[in-house]
């Protein structure tokens, strides 16, 4: 499958949009191989991550975030599960989804979802599969955002950064991080 075929469905070329969500998703999808490429043993799905990975973000466009161009009209922390309706709406097998769904953050739990009254599905949000792993833990390494995209990122800032959203986002991010010799 052919990843581009889909953005391009969704997304225009040579918009300010497209641009950053093609370079953050090329950028995520090279860190999700690199990541791979060290874990033979846990035999992760290499071409299920090069196609998953450039299509984690596909939902943006419907959220607002004028700093990278997205217009829409709900907040941009829906962008994962909106991202998993839409690739489920165009028949792709659910696996791809769930890496769009569950990538937000080091993932999401009900339970956070439901204390802090997030606008979300009252679910659990978190990956599960080591290629969903790969892709999340890769995510953090690059900012769609112009202010910070230029920023290499550590696993130390990152887990910082993620602290500042919950401490169990810092938390799984750092076992993954162990887990994957990072």
Known sequence: ?????????????????????????RIVTEKSLEIADTLPHLKPDIEFIRTAAMLHDIGIFLTRADSIGCRGTVPYICHGYLGRNLLDEQGLPP???????????AGITRENILVNKLPLP??????????????CVAD???????????????????IAELEKIHPDHAKRFSIWAEEFNL
């Open 122 to 135: 009252p679910r659990d949000m978190v990956p599960i599969s080591i290629e969903e792993k790969i892709i």
């Open 1 to 25: 499958m052919d990843p581009f075929t889909l953005i391009n469905k969704f997304y225009t070329p040579g918009t300010k949009l497209y641009q950053v969500l093609i370079e953050h998703s």
């Open 140 to 158: 953090k390494y690059h900012s769609k955002n112009p202010l910070y995209a230029d920023k290499k990122m550590t696993p130390p800032q990152i």
């Open 95 to 105: 696996e791809y989804g769930l890496v769009c769904e569950r990538h937000t953050g």
